[in-house]
């Protein structure tokens, strides 16, 4: 049974960092992209990063580039994203994806249902 379980949300002022965990199971995911998204309350899901199964391609969505980071070790099948310079409107349950889908190095999904697996979530409050 494939798992994914994300764990280091939490409550931080605005300006703070923290750095999320995303650990899969039950599969390996070394060839293959992983993505994190997330969901403010009343809002729809949407995308945030994506890194290619190498971690040498990654993107953003224009509303964190330049202040969260992706990262992957696969020999932990473990994927990361490191969140700096918090703003009030990146609070949200942030989940992390992965897909089956193996694919070269410039595979880059963006849309939820590119992605096979999701974690449960992990809430991210950032207070002003």
């Known amino acids: 049974q494939v798992q994914l379980v994300e764990s280091g949300g939490g409550l931080v002022q605005a300006g703070g960092s923290l750095r999320l965990s995303c650990a899969a199971s039950?599969?390996?995911?070394?060839?293959?992209?992983m993505g994190w998204f997330r969901q403010a309350p009343g809002k729809e899901r949407e995308f945030v990063a994506v890194i290619s199964w190498s971690g040498g391609n990654t993107y953003f969505a224009d509303s964190v580039k330049g202040r969260f980071t992706i990262s992957r070790d696969n020999a932990k099948n473990t994927v990361y994203l490191q969140m700096n310079s918090l703003k009030p409107e990146d609070t949200a349950v942030y989940y992390c994806?992965?897909?089956?889908?193996?694919?070269?190095?410039?595979?880059?999904?963006?849309?939820?249902?590119?992605?096979?697996?999701w974690g449960q979530g992990t809430q991210v409050t950032v207070s002003s």
């Open positions: 039950g599969r390996t995911f070394t060839s293959s992209p």
């Open positions: 994806a992965a897909t089956r889908r193996q694919s070269g190095n410039y595979y880059l999904p963006l849309r939820g249902p590119d992605y096979d697996y």
